[in-house]
């Protein structure tokens, strides 16, 4: 790949999230001759009108590509090192590009949370991204990169202070503040539409080791209910990415090797609070949350405000709890909100941690912590906004 025109192809610069990649890559790389990266769309004229408001250089390059296109798809793969799409859900529009990818080793990375479809591409294009050298990376935004990261923090942590990983690890969400994002409903919807025609894919969606093939671990908590929890002494109520992170999660200790132990259970909840006003605070919190409506969420190319993405922030907790009890403690903060800001900061960083720190990483299907770790977390401290930190 090394005659590739570009570094980085950023495919569906015109809608909301991909306009944010290509607005960071613009003003964060910008006058970094070495880094060579191009849009990517299916309107040359919406393109250009992005390029021109976000600042971008007038001559940052366009590449015409649609979904329903193969050949289009193709043509732009054999021209880049990487692609970052935005471009979902990709199980409606995800399948081609991913496809010519690992056929011609071009690097992937997607913010896709959605379980069956990444299961579907590991079977089909496992072994066709080995062949051709191509490292593909789902989840390289909030879906999943810091609850990934975030328990391999908690594990470093726990083999400090115990000597080992330990076989349990709590993540717990003490504040979430930001929107929905309108390509995550997109998704969910989607999803539930397939799902409703085919068992196999519901089976999936409610399998947690759906992301390992061939290994299945122990029962894992439900996580569907509020509870108190002990190890925090404080009420917890379910997480609605849970369902996404906790695989991502259990897929990075396979492809470590299993270095948290075939018995590792691992679940996530939403920190509600003490006593009796955290019990009713968790109750009303999963009320809430069962009755959000996916029409009251952004459209997908809709999003919130530039203001309420540099207002918005996240803090992230993972307790590994020792056999006898003891506890080992890693926090995650983002700088931004979850969906876009910090999302948008995230998978750039991914792409050129993989691209400029880390070119030793095999081909194949990854989780991005699990290929990048310790390299990827301090990429992403230095430039996207996150902070990994030790708890006592």
Same mark, same amino acid.
């Given at each position: 790949m090394s005659s590739s025109k570009f570094d980085i192809v950023v495919y569906g610069a015109t809608g909301f999230t991909g306009q944010l990649v290509a607005e960071y890559l613009a003003a964060h790389y910008k006058g970094d001759g070495s880094l060579k990266w191009a849009m990517a769309g299916r309107s040359k004229d919406k393109l250009?009108?992005?390029?021109?408001?976000?600042?971008?250089?007038?001559?940052?390059?366009?590449?015409?590509?649609?979904?329903?296109?193969?050949?289009?798809?193709?043509?732009? @793969?054999?021209?880049? $090192?990487?692609? %970052?799409? !935005?471009?979902?859900?990709?199980?409606?529009? =995800?399948?081609?590009?991913?496809?010519?990818?690992?056929?011609s080793g071009t690097d992937y990375f997607d913010l896709c949370g959605e379980t069956p479809w990444m299961r579907r591409i590991i079977d089909a294009h496992q072994a066709d991204a080995e062949r051709s050298g191509a490292r593909i990376m789902f989840s390289c935004g909030y879906d999943s990169l810091p609850f990934e990261l975030g328990v391999f923090c908690a594990q470093e942590a726990a083999k400090k202070a115990f000597g080992a990983? @330990?076989?349990?690890? $709590?993540?717990? %969400?003490? !504040?979430?503040?930001?929107?929905?994002?309108? =390509?995550?409903?997109?998704?969910?919807?989607s999803l539930f539409e397939a799902a409703a025609k085919d068992q196999g894919i519901l089976a999936l969606m409610r399998d947690p080791f759906a992301l390992t093939p061939g290994f299945q671990g122990p029962k894992q908590p439900p996580g569907n209910r509020p509870m108190l929890d002990e190890d925090l002494q404080a009420w917890v109520t379910p997480f609605f990415m849970a369902n996404i992170n906790t695989r991502n999660v259990h897929r990075s200790n396979m492809l470590l090797g299993f270095p948290y132990g075939r018995d590792f259970v691992y679940d996530e909840m939403q920190v509600a609070g003490p006593g009796a006003e955290g019990e009713a605070l968790a109750k009303s919190i999963q009320a809430a949350?069962?009755?959000?409506?996916?029409?009251?969420?952004?459209?997908?190319?809709?999003?919130?405000?530039?203001?309420?993405?540099e207002s918005g922030s996240y803090d992230l907790l993972f307790v590994a709890v020792a056999p006898?009890?003891?506890?080992?403690?890693?926090?995650?903060?983002?700088?931004?909100?979850?969906g876009y800001g910090s999302t948008s900061k995230m998978i750039s960083e991914c792409a050129?941690?993989?691209?400029?720190?880390?070119?030793?990483?095999?081909?194949?299907?990854?989780?991005p912590g699990a290929a990048m770790q310790h390299k990827l977390i301090k990429r992403l401290e230095d430039h996207a906004g996150l902070t990994f930190a030790v708890e006592k």
């Amino acid at each position: 790949m090394s005659s590739s025109k570009f570094d980085i192809v950023v495919y569906g610069a015109t809608g909301f999230t991909g306009q944010l990649v290509a607005e960071y890559l613009a003003a964060h790389y910008k006058g970094d001759g070495s880094l060579k990266w191009a849009m990517a769309g299916r309107s040359k004229d919406k393109l250009a009108t992005v390029r021109d408001a976000i600042g971008a250089p007038s001559d940052t390059p366009l590449i015409v590509a649609d979904a329903s296109d193969a050949a289009s798809l193709k043509a732009m @793969v054999n021209q880049t $090192k990487s692609v %970052i799409t !935005t471009v979902g859900p990709y199980l409606l529009y =995800g399948n081609e590009l991913v496809a010519a990818c690992a056929a011609s080793g071009t690097d992937y990375f997607d913010l896709c949370g959605e379980t069956p479809w990444m299961r579907r591409i590991i079977d089909a294009h496992q072994a066709d991204a080995e062949r051709s050298g191509a490292r593909i990376m789902f989840s390289c935004g909030y879906d999943s990169l810091p609850f990934e990261l975030g328990v391999f923090c908690a594990q470093e942590a726990a083999k400090k202070a115990f000597g080992a990983p @330990v076989s349990r690890v $709590k993540g717990r %969400i003490r !504040t979430m503040k930001g929107t929905f994002s309108g =390509g995550t409903a997109a998704s969910s919807k989607s999803l539930f539409e397939a799902a409703a025609k085919d068992q196999g894919i519901l089976a999936l969606m409610r399998d947690p080791f759906a992301l390992t093939p061939g290994f299945q671990g122990p029962k894992q908590p439900p996580g569907n209910r509020p509870m108190l929890d002990e190890d925090l002494q404080a009420w917890v109520t379910p997480f609605f990415m849970a369902n996404i992170n906790t695989r991502n999660v259990h897929r990075s200790n396979m492809l470590l090797g299993f270095p948290y132990g075939r018995d590792f259970v691992y679940d996530e909840m939403q920190v509600a609070g003490p006593g009796a006003e955290g019990e009713a605070l968790a109750k009303s919190i999963q009320a809430a949350n069962n009755k959000i409506a996916l029409s009251a969420v952004p459209k997908p190319g809709e999003g919130p405000s530039k203001e309420e993405r540099e207002s918005g922030s996240y803090d992230l907790l993972f307790v590994a709890v020792a056999p006898d009890g003891r506890q080992a403690r890693a926090s995650v903060k983002g700088d931004r909100d979850p969906g876009y800001g910090s999302t948008s900061k995230m998978i750039s960083e991914c792409a050129i941690c993989l691209l400029r720190d880390t070119p030793e990483v095999p081909a194949g299907i990854w989780t991005p912590g699990a290929a990048m770790q310790h390299k990827l977390i301090k990429r992403l401290e230095d430039h996207a906004g996150l902070t990994f930190a030790v708890e006592k």
